[in-house]
Structure formats: C-alpha cells, structure tokens
C-alpha cells in the first residue's frame, strides 16, 4: 500500500498545489487540506521542510495525484480527490501512513477516517469551527483606502510587524521566510494585505489564498498588532482580503479555528463568517 505514497519536502510540496486547487472547488464545506495551507508552509527552509522524511505526501494512482498530506511534527492534515475519498484502496493507504502520527484529520464520510475508527482511534476532545461565507459582487464591491497589498519592501517590513506583535512570543516569521511563501506557486499578491492606522502604523494584516474562480479560498493568517487591537483594524484587513478574492471570482471563503479560540470565532463571525461544522482530529488508542 505504500508504494502508492511518496515524501518529501518544498519539490513535492509545490507538485501539490495544483491537484488541490481542483479538489478545493468540489466541497467548500470541509476543512480538508488547502493549497493556502502550503502554501503557507512553504515559508519554511529548505532544510527544515526535508526533515523527517518531508513535510509533503503525495499519494498517486496511474502517476496521478489523488490524495495530499502535509506533515506537522505528530499531526498529519490531509486532502483527497473528491472522487475518492471513500475508496477502500486508497483509504488502506493512508490509514496505514497514520499510524505514524499522534493526531490525524481525515474528513468524515472518508475510508481512511472509517478504517481508523475501526482500528481503536477516536475523536480528539477538543474540536475546531470551520466557519465559511459565500462570495459576490457586494463583497467585491467593497474598499478601503487604508489597506493595501504587500508591493514594497517596507510593506514586507511591515507586514512582517504585524505578524510577529500578534503571534509573540512564538512567531518565526521573518523576511526570509515571507519571500520564499511570496516566492512560492500558491501565493498571489492580490491577496496579501496591510491595513494601515491613521498615524501611519501597521495594525493588520492577513493573506487569502485563492484556488481558482469559482472555488473556495482561505485566510491563512490573520493578525492585528498588540498596538492596536480592538479598534477594527482586524475586521477591515478581512474584509478588504475578501474583496479582493471576490473580485478574483472565488466562491467563497473559509477558516478553521480552535473553538475554544472565542476571541478569533467571533473575530471572523463580524465579517460575516458564520459556523458551519465543528471537527475533530483522531487520536490513536491510549490518546
């Protein structure tokens, strides 16, 4: 079963983003792996995403892509062909891949979700809320004057700010690591945005990660600097990223989230977000 599955780091990981670009216009309501989501991990060196055996999993039947994994530390996320995603052979494959990790996110109605099940994993205790809003021309429509794209080298400077004031103390971003996430195949600067304060200071930023016209996108990250919270200036960076993937023709938009993150669920329920599933990740016996 494993010959079907092969690892590895940043060429593997870019292979990716185009399979599931497509699988992210079939269901805008699942929360399964996202080409935003590596897009975003492609921030990291080469030398970290090649650790382990790879950050990236392709799974390929016929040479052809039909399932993805992104490996973090213990946790594997992962997509699968809309196609497939209850066929039993592809289902073996990656439930035999899991038995590695100590959490695991197969979508609900799939065969590997069912075959773990079977195995003794369970439901982790703690879900997540994906929350989704449709996109269209009211959205597209909207503008702000004090957000605008990361175009220059000072933006970069300042998105990078805003990102490392609002994840302190554990963010690593860093210059480095925005260009080479700026560098990679998913990202597109339409969709990387600062809103700025009227003194002229970086407040907020967020980046959107577009899958096509049509199709779902997703936020991936927000933040709003330790400066200047709840004023706003978070809402606005949403929104104005949300424009600007409407006016792209992306269908909608989506998040996921720690439930018990209160503070971000109704962050995003203000932009009009609204919560259409909670998940959970599955843990091995004895979890």
Known sequence: MNGMMTRGGREIGEGLIEPLRSWAGHAPFDAQLHPGDIGWHLRHPDDQLAENGGAFLVWRRDGV??????????????AVDPALDRDPVLGEAIAEVAEGFDYVDPLARSAARRLLLGRGWSAERDPWVLLLKELGPQDADREDPGTRRVAAPDDAAARLEVQRSAFSPGSTFSVDRWERMAA???????????????DGTPAAAATGWFAGP???AILEPVGTHADHRRKGFGRRVNLAVMAALAKAGAGAVRVHTPAANTAAVAAYEAC???????????????S
């Open 65 to 78: 892509p039909v399932a993805a994994g992104l490996a973090e530390a213990n946790v594997l996320r992962i």
């Open 184 to 198: 990679c195949p998913a990202y597109d600067p339409r969709f990387d945005l600062v809103t700025w304060a009227p």
């Open 214 to 216: 049509g199709r779902c």
């Open 272 to 286: 009009g977000l609204r919560r259409v599933d909670l998940t959970t990740d599955l843990v091995p016996p004895g």
